[in-house]
Each structure stands twice: as structure tokens, then as C-alpha cells.
């Protein structure tokens, strides 16, 4: 069963960041797309980290419940804070960003295990079956090392477990490998697909660091920016949605659902206040079409 139920929504609206147990969610592409429906969403994009093989699965679920699946990814970039870029439009297959992610699913597989030879060093023992089993085998990654801990007593929550072992910074952190930005932004225009700056506050930029930093990247060919995220109040949606517009680029929204690992927040609805319009998704594909 889906790990959350959502309310409700009216009108037609969408949600273009999620995550499946294909990376780091709790729930299965099929169970992201059944609460899709519960919320009356008219559209959703499947965004799981480094990789699509949740794509096929929730395409066909996206199907029978009469919604519309866009395909996409959410890659890692080498900044000095967190860098997300989510890719929409993107097709499973051959192609310069889909062969790049899988090298770097490749990459992740060694993180994971040094990630777990620094957890022995430091008196927390997880084992890469315990991992394996924890993931699926798929996508595996620190909130599945989270959730192990809180299983064993080691730690109180999932936020508990990244805040004094796993985030960057912290004791049990194994940095990963990461695009640069506008290598991401080439091979995904250049894999026929639309690069979108994620949850662009994380950058932790001031307001003109930040407003610059966007500007180089719509330069680039940065297609759009995440104004409207899960997490954002909406000051901030107001004013990154204004300095999308300065930049030229579509503004774009979504829940960052990741089921049980981030509980807060709930596909369709993020928080409970997320409204994301399908004249986003509507704009998104006339910028693919020109």
C-alpha cells in the first residue's frame, strides 16, 4: 500500500517532482501514481534520482488511471551548496544523458559501499545485504542507510539519522559524484529533454547570488526553475517565480514526495497548501516544441 493517503484536490493540477522506491522513496512507481489519483492530479512526472526504471512501470499505472506521465530524472550537480537538476521529457533508452546516468549509477554502487566502511569505522554497523534488502536493490542511498538506523535504535528519525551521521558535514558523509551544471544542461537539451533548477533555495545564495547564479544557468539553456516546491511558503514561490520571469524561464512545481522518508510531504499537495497548475506542464512542452 501507498505510505499516504492525500486529501482532495480541485481543479486540474499537477505534480512534476516525485520520487518512487527506484531511488530513495518508500513507495512503488505504481504507488505514486495510485496517489496521484487519490488527489486528483491530472498529470505527474516521475523524477527519481540518477535513473528511469520506475518510468516504465508508472507509465503504464499513469495509463490505466487516466493520468499523464512525464518521464524524467533529478540529477546531482557539483555546486558549493545542493545543486538538483531535474530533467522532464526525458525517454528511457540510449542517449547522452541516459548513458551518463547510468555511469553514474555505477558510481553510486562504490559509494554505497564506502558509505558502509565508514559506518563500521564509526561503531554503526550496517551491512550491504541489510542495504540491498532495505532498497529493493535499486537506487540505493542514504535514506535507506536512515532507516536502518532508526530500525536499530541508532537513531530517532530519519531527519535524526542525516542530522548527526549522514548530511554533507557530518561524520558518516561519503561525497558522490556529481555533473557539473552545464554539462547537465548540454546533455540533456542535447538528449531532445528540458533541464529544471530543483528546490533553486537549497543553493543557499542570497537573493543576488542567487538571481545571478540563475541567470547564467538560463544562459546555458536552463529551461525553467522550481519556484513553486513543497516546501517553499509562499513568499518565496512569489519571489522566485518573479525571478524566473526576469530570466526567462518557465516556472515549475512539485512535492518532492519521497513517502516515509519525507512524511511531510504528500504527492498533489506537498505540506497541504502545493497548487500546481497543468498550465505549467502546458507551457513546459510548448518550450520542448520550439
Not at 537513531?155 to 549522514?166: C, N, T
Not at 544542461?185 to 542535447?190: F, G, H, N, R
Not at 518557465?250 to 516515509?260: E, L, M
Amino acid at each position: 500500500m501507498p505510505s499516504q493517503r492525500p486529501p482532495v484536490s480541485v481543479g486540474r493540477v499537477i505534480d512534476l517532482h516525485t520520487h518512487s522506491n527506484v531511488s530513495d522513496g518508500s513507495d512503488s512507481p505504481e504507488e505514486v501514481v495510485a496517489l496521484a489519483a487519490a488527489a486528483g492530479l491530472s498529470a505527474l512526472a516521475l523524477t527519481d534520482h540518477d535513473r528511469q526504471d520506475g518510468i516504465g512501470p508508472a507509465r503504464l499505472a499513469a495509463a490505466r488511471a487516466g493520468l499523464k506521465l512525464v518521464p524524467g530524472v533529478e540529477i546531482s550537480c557539483q555546486h558549493r551548496g545542493t545543486m538538483h537538476m531535474l530533467v522532464y521529457f526525458l525517454e528511457p533508452g540510449e542517449g547522452p544523458l541516459q548513458d551518463e546516468l547510468a555511469r553514474l549509477q555505477e558510481a553510486r554502487d562504490t559509494r554505497n559501499e564506502r558509505l558502509v566502511a565508514r559506518l563500521a569505522e564509526l561503531g554503526l554497523p550496517v551491512s550491504m545485504e541489510e542495504l540491498v534488502q532495505e532498497s529493493g536493490g535499486t537506487g540505493t542511498g542514504r535514506p535507506h542507510v536512515a532507516a536502518i538506523l532508526v530500525r536499530k535504535g541508532l537513531a530517532g528519525s530519519v531527519q535524526d539519522a542525516f542530522d548527526r551521521y549522514l548530511a554533507k558535514g557530518r561524520p558518516a558523509y561519503v561525497e558522490k559524484e556529481r555533473l557539473e551544471p552545464l554539462t547537465a544542461i548540454d546533455l540533456a537539451l542535447e538528449s531532445g529533454a528540458l533541464p529544471v533548477l530543483a528546490h533553486p533555495l537549497s543553493l543557499g545564495l542570497g537573493p543576488r547570488q542567487l538571481e545571478a547564479a540563475v541567470e547564467e544557468l538560463a544562459d546555458a539553456g536552463l529551461a525553467g526553475l522550481e519556484a513553486v516546491y513543497g516546501r517553499y511558503n509562499i513568499e518565496e514561490r512569489s519571489s522566485l517565480a518573479v525571478m524566473a520571469a526576469r530570466a526567462g524561464l518557465a516556472v515549475t512545481g512539485g512535492s518532492d514526495h519521497h513517502g516515509t522518508y519525507k512524511p511531510d510531504l504528500t504527492v498533489g499537495t506537498g505540506r497541504g497548501d502545493l497548487h500546481v497548475p497543468d498550465g505549467v506542464l502546458a507551457a513546459l512542452e510548448a518550450r520542448l516544441e520550439a
